[in-house]
């Protein structure tokens, strides 16, 4: 017989048996929805990483004072205070850094149009923008001009705007108070929205860190170095260099541990990363185990199926059937159980990550590889699973087959 | 004419030790082609035996077979199977016709294991039906049918491959009197009008009446081989 006419009396037999054929399905079908399911969530979870991290700035690396001892767990004694602006100077000469900006952090009460409303000031340097990614809304960022001359400048984030002038969107020239310093709105920052640990990002307001050190907080260091590496390759050798440049620049010398410690975020994105990659794995146990459960089940009921229709088999035999032809057709059939089930479960799991993507906001895809992969391997399944029941029936003896009640 | 089988000492023993059994005790018999047999003889005589081994279903443990002058003592069970699907037709006491699969299926069945291509599997199996008398039933399915009427198609199943020889085992054995009747009208018409050599094993009298030839079994060996003059239509039924 044909292939096609072995997939026809295969389909026509699972038919027969509709209801029971597709129970014995959902095994595969679960298995391969979930398969489907992990690998677009997991996807999903690797597309949102890289999107924060692009968020937070172009290959970003930050130095931070205090050494870090276990665990990301900073060190405090006297050493915040170990960062300056001119360590932020040394490392822009570096090859391979594009730009650098201290950062000078300080929480403060700013009023304005006839509001007031606690935010974060930070004291920056005019590369903030190019290393946090970061473009107006509205006005421009100040210079290196309104660095060297302490102006009183401020550009603020679009939650400020909203909560110290709600009539106004871009109240550029206004006049605020910050910690009782007059300084004038020159810009307002685009929306960057929740940060992946659900800061809201926009809760800011920025002025040159000069000013912040000098009007603000009195402070000699900075809290922060921001470095953006040329590209996402050059991110290892400037971290290695900016380290021995800080080292020899605070005269450490080894084993005296670091006053400074550096943080690159494709590290943490990574790091995450391959935390999702490793709840994708066990995803993937999960699923392939119902994928053999679900080929036991199809090999037992081949096997009810082979014992049922053993006068059928027997009156095939007697019309001239060989037992390869037995076998094929037993093999084809638990194969399209096996292949049918993987073809609903890709549906199902393409309709479960829709509805996913749409409660959770959560940007999945359903890849083509993991619907291939997955109809493939249910497709195996079902031939190494039917395998046994077929070669049993294909081994009946026609006499003792017909004989069968 | 030329021998349709040919056989020559056969024996078939199952088991060993004290379980041993002789089924067949030496048989040797030829039927020609157009001959009309049946088997007759006590239950256990072998005849279901005799008709296994004919129809290769099963290999004798000893003696000579010849399916037209072919030697299938040495053929493998793959050449078996394509000699069933070619030149052999089964008639079974049950039937066997494949569950919830129409007629003209269950016709066509021995012509897909043989290579027939679809479109003329249908016609065969159409003629075929109509030379049992029931191709109105072509797309009905088993169920929906009385026992003569399943029979009938078996008999269009066994004929579609224009067989050398068909084989019956008790085809009337689940049937009642008047069917049985009329598919022993069927099956002489059938010899008589289309030449179809005909083997059939039967216990009851009035049935292996309808044969030219009578092979009475006793003990795996054939206890007497006589013609017989067909009462067709004019069978007293005794039953
Ligand atoms: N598969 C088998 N195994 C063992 N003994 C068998 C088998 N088939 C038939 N026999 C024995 O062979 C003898 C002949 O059986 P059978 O040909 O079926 O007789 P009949 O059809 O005339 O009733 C009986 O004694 C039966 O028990
Ligand atoms: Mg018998």
Redesign the pocket.
């Given at each position: 017989m044909s292939l096609r006419g072995i997939i026809d009396v295969a389909l026509r037999a699972l038919e027969r048996n509709a209801s029971r054929s597709l129970l014995t399905m959902l095994g595969i079908i679960i298995g391969v929805a979930a398969v489907i399911t992990t690998v677009a969530i997991g996807s999903g979870a690797r597309v949102l990483v890289q999107q924060q991290i692009a968020n937070l700035g172009s290959n970003l690396i930050i130095v931070l004072p205090g050494a870090v001892i276990t665990s990301g767990v900073r060190s405090g004694t006297g050493a915040a205070s170990s960062l300056t602006p001119h360590d932020g100077l040394a490392i822009a000469q570096l090859p391979g850094v594009a730009a650098v900006t201290p950062v000078v952090t300080e929480h403060a009460q700013v009023v304005g149009g006839g509001n007031n409303w606690n935010t974060l000031i930070q004291g920056v340097a005019p590369t903030y923008a190019y290393v946090r990614a970061w473009d107006m809304l509205a006005g421009t960022f100040f210079t290196q001009h309104d660095m060297d001359t302490l102006a009183k400048v401020c550009i603020l984030g679009t939650t400020v705007v909203t909560n110290l002038f709600p009539d106004d969107p871009s109240p550029l020239g206004e006049s605020v108070l910050i910690g009782n310093v007059p300084f004038t709105v020159i810009g307002v920052l685009q929306s960057k929205g929740q940060s992946s640990f659900g800061q809201d990002q926009d809760d800011i307001v920025l002025i040159p860190y000069t000013s912040a050190m000098n009007r603000l907080t009195g402070q000699t260091y900075v809290n922060a170095l921001m470095i953006s590496a040329v590209s996402g390759n050059a991110i290892d050798e400037v971290q290695n260099e900016l380290t021995s440049l800080l080292e020899q620049r605070h005269r450490i010398v080894p084993p005296q541990p670091d006053d400074f410690s550096v943080r690159n975020l494709q590290d943490i994105a990574n790091t995450a990363t391959a935390t999702a990659q490793i709840m994708q794995l066990l995803l993937a146990g999960v699923a392939a185990v119902s994928l053999v459960v679900g080929g036991i089940g199809i090999m037992n009921i081949m096997l009810v199926s082979v014992t049922e229709r053993t006068r059928e088999i027997g009156l095939r035999m007697a019309v001239g059937a060989r037992s390869r032809a037995i076998l094929e057709q037993f093999l084809v059939e638990a194969a399209v159980l096996s292949t049918g089930g993987g073809i609903i479960g890709v549906i199902v799991g393409a309709i479960v990550t829709v509805v996913a993507t749409l409660l959770a906001r959560w940007p999945m895809s359903v890849s083509a590889e993991a619907v291939i992969a997955s109809v493939l391997f249910s497709a195996l399944v079902g031939v190494f699973f039917g395998y046994y029941p077929a070669l049993k029936a294909s081994r009946l003896d026609p006499?003792e087959a017909l004989r069968f009640e | 004419m030329s021998a349709v089988v040919e056989v020559h000492d056969l024996a078939k023993i199952?088991?060993s030790g004290p379980s041993r059994?002789i089924?067949l005790d030496g048989v040797s018999a030829s039927f020609e082609s157009g001959d009309f047999v049946a088997v007759v003889?006590?239950?256990?005589?072998?005849?279901?035996?005799?008709l296994h081994v004919i129809g290769l279903l099963d290999r004798p443990t000893s003696g000579k077979y010849l399916l037209e002058q072919h030697d299938v003592q040495t053929m493998t069970s793959d050449e078996l199977a394509d000699l069933r699907s070619k030149k052999l037709g089964f008639v079974f006491q049950s039937y066997n016709l494949l569950p919830r699969t129409d007629a003209l299926e269950n016709v066509e069945l021995p012509l897909a294991y043989s290579g027939v291509p679809q479109r003329q599997r249908e016609k065969a199996a159409r003629s075929a039906l109509s030379m049992v008398g029931v191709e109105a039933l072509a797309r009905h399915l088993p169920n929906q049918l009385s026992g003569g009427q399943q029979q009938r198609i078996a008999i269009a199943r066994a004929l579609v491959n224009n067989p050398s020889l068909i084989l019956a085992d008790e085809p009337t054995g689940a049937l009642d009197t008047k069917s049985s009747h009329e598919i022993m009208e069927l099956l002489s018409e059938l010899n008589r009008e289309h030449k179809i050599t005909i083997l059939l094993?039967t216990h009851e009298r009035d049935i292996a009446a309808y044969a030219r030839r009578i092979l009475t079994?006793r003990d795996?060996r054939i206890e007497s081989d006589v013609s017989n003059t067909p009462e067709t239509g004019a069978v007293t039924v005794d039953a």
């Amino acid at each position: 017989m044909s292939l096609r006419g072995i997939i026809d009396v295969a389909l026509r037999a699972l038919e027969r048996n509709a209801s029971r054929s597709l129970l014995t399905m959902l095994g595969i079908i679960i298995g391969v929805a979930a398969v489907i399911t992990t690998v677009a969530i997991g996807s999903g979870a690797r597309v949102l990483v890289q999107q924060q991290i692009a968020n937070l700035g172009s290959n970003l690396i930050i130095v931070l004072p205090g050494a870090v001892i276990t665990s990301g767990v900073r060190s405090g004694t006297g050493a915040a205070s170990s960062l300056t602006p001119h360590d932020g100077l040394a490392i822009a000469q570096l090859p391979g850094v594009a730009a650098v900006t201290p950062v000078v952090t300080e929480h403060a009460q700013v009023v304005g149009g006839g509001n007031n409303w606690n935010t974060l000031i930070q004291g920056v340097a005019p590369t903030y923008a190019y290393v946090r990614a970061w473009d107006m809304l509205a006005g421009t960022f100040f210079t290196q001009h309104d660095m060297d001359t302490l102006a009183k400048v401020c550009i603020l984030g679009t939650t400020v705007v909203t909560n110290l002038f709600p009539d106004d969107p871009s109240p550029l020239g206004e006049s605020v108070l910050i910690g009782n310093v007059p300084f004038t709105v020159i810009g307002v920052l685009q929306s960057k929205g929740q940060s992946s640990f659900g800061q809201d990002q926009d809760d800011i307001v920025l002025i040159p860190y000069t000013s912040a050190m000098n009007r603000l907080t009195g402070q000699t260091y900075v809290n922060a170095l921001m470095i953006s590496a040329v590209s996402g390759n050059a991110i290892d050798e400037v971290q290695n260099e900016l380290t021995s440049l800080l080292e020899q620049r605070h005269r450490i010398v080894p084993p005296q541990p670091d006053d400074f410690s550096v943080r690159n975020l494709q590290d943490i994105a990574n790091t995450a990363t391959a935390t999702a990659q490793i709840m994708q794995l066990l995803l993937a146990g999960v699923a392939a185990v119902s994928l053999v459960v679900g080929g036991i089940g199809i090999m037992n009921i081949m096997l009810v199926s082979v014992t049922e229709r053993t006068r059928e088999i027997g009156l095939r035999m007697a019309v001239g059937a060989r037992s390869r032809a037995i076998l094929e057709q037993f093999l084809v059939e638990a194969a399209v159980l096996s292949t049918g089930g993987g073809i609903i479960g890709v549906i199902v799991g393409a309709i479960v990550t829709v509805v996913a993507t749409l409660l959770a906001r959560w940007p999945m895809s359903v890849s083509a590889e993991a619907v291939i992969a997955s109809v493939l391997f249910s497709a195996l399944v079902g031939v190494f699973f039917g395998y046994y029941p077929a070669l049993k029936a294909s081994r009946l003896d026609p006499i003792e087959a017909l004989r069968f009640e | 004419m030329s021998a349709v089988v040919e056989v020559h000492d056969l024996a078939k023993i199952y088991g060993s030790g004290p379980s041993r059994t002789i089924a067949l005790d030496g048989v040797s018999a030829s039927f020609e082609s157009g001959d009309f047999v049946a088997v007759v003889g006590a239950s256990g005589s072998g005849k279901s035996t005799f008709l296994h081994v004919i129809g290769l279903l099963d290999r004798p443990t000893s003696g000579k077979y010849l399916l037209e002058q072919h030697d299938v003592q040495t053929m493998t069970s793959d050449e078996l199977a394509d000699l069933r699907s070619k030149k052999l037709g089964f008639v079974f006491q049950s039937y066997n016709l494949l569950p919830r699969t129409d007629a003209l299926e269950n016709v066509e069945l021995p012509l897909a294991y043989s290579g027939v291509p679809q479109r003329q599997r249908e016609k065969a199996a159409r003629s075929a039906l109509s030379m049992v008398g029931v191709e109105a039933l072509a797309r009905h399915l088993p169920n929906q049918l009385s026992g003569g009427q399943q029979q009938r198609i078996a008999i269009a199943r066994a004929l579609v491959n224009n067989p050398s020889l068909i084989l019956a085992d008790e085809p009337t054995g689940a049937l009642d009197t008047k069917s049985s009747h009329e598919i022993m009208e069927l099956l002489s018409e059938l010899n008589r009008e289309h030449k179809i050599t005909i083997l059939l094993v039967t216990h009851e009298r009035d049935i292996a009446a309808y044969a030219r030839r009578i092979l009475t079994f006793r003990d795996g060996r054939i206890e007497s081989d006589v013609s017989n003059t067909p009462e067709t239509g004019a069978v007293t039924v005794d039953a």
